[in-house]
């Protein structure tokens, strides 16, 4: 199985601010196709998970652009260029390569 | 607009079963892969099965494997997840989705929370 390791786990950000969460995985994640399917997923509090980043770096419908992701093979960054009081909550990356379909421990991203 | 609404939750004994169902609306349901995904409380994401859009395809994490079951109803845009032989370990909220590797949207529903104690 893949195994998705983020960090840091817990992420204080002061409103305005940059912040930057790291996710390895184990193994590629590039496909025979050249693809590498790894997504990001917001999770507000007492909300459902929502996709922000599908296949490394394209945003989903609807998410502002201060989200961005970027990497390759193994390593893979998601941006946030300004922190908002709504960005609060924990982040997961997810790679959907191959099955088990496998998520990272998670991100709890607060304001300081 | 998309709607995912599951059911069937609730608190069982280790060893007993129960059977979730999501009711799917909104888009052509026998288009998609479906997915259960589950927390456990207080706990991250974790990926429990898939079923491939005419059902002939199925994938399932290991520890569920052979206690589980994934199936769907095409004609009632219902997906479902028969647990059988519980444990205290399945204890979580679970989440049906609409999970895609591409620029398709995700959708999840609000969740249904099992909980396995004696």
């Known amino acids: 199985d893949v195994v998705m390791t983020q960090s840091p786990l817990s992420l204080p950000v002061t409103l305005g601010q940059p912040a930057s969460i790291s996710c390895r995985s184990s193994?590629?994640?590039?496909?025979?196709?050249?693809?590498?399917?790894l997504n990001w997923f917001q999770q507000r509090p007492g909300q459902s998970p929502r996709r922000l980043i599908y296949k490394v770096s394209n945003r989903d419908s609807g998410v502002p652009d201060r989200f961005s992701g970027s990497g390759s093979g193994t390593d893979f960054t998601l941006k946030i260029s300004r922190v908002e009081a709504e960005d609060v909550g924990i982040y997961y990356c997810?790679?959907?390569?191959?099955?088990?379909?496998?998520f990272g421990q998670g991100t709890k991203l607060e304001i300081k | 607009e998309v709607h995912l609404v599951e059911s069937g939750g609730g608190l069982v004994q280790p060893g007993e079963s129960l059977r979730l169902s999501c009711t799917a609306s909104?888009?052509?349901?026998?288009?998609?892969?479906m997915s259960w995904v589950r927390q456990a409380p207080g706990k991250g994401l974790e990926w429990v099965a898939s079923i491939k859009g005419e059902g002939s395809e199925k994938h399932y994490i290991d520890s569920v494997k052979g206690r589980f079951t994934i199936s769907r109803d095409n004609a009632k845009n219902s997906l479902f997840l028969q647990m059988d032989s519980l444990r205290a370990e399945d204890t979580a909220v679970y989440f049906c989705?609409?999970?895609?590797?591409?620029?398709?949207?995700?959708?999840w529903g609000q969740g249904a929370l099992v909980a396995v104690s004696s």
């Open positions: 193994q590629s994640l590039v496909q025979s196709d050249g693809n590498s399917y």
């Open positions: 989705a609409r999970l895609s590797r591409s620029a398709t949207e995700n959708y």
């Open positions: 997810e790679q959907e390569t191959q099955w088990p379909l496998t």
């Open positions: 909104g888009f052509t349901y026998s288009n998609y892969w």
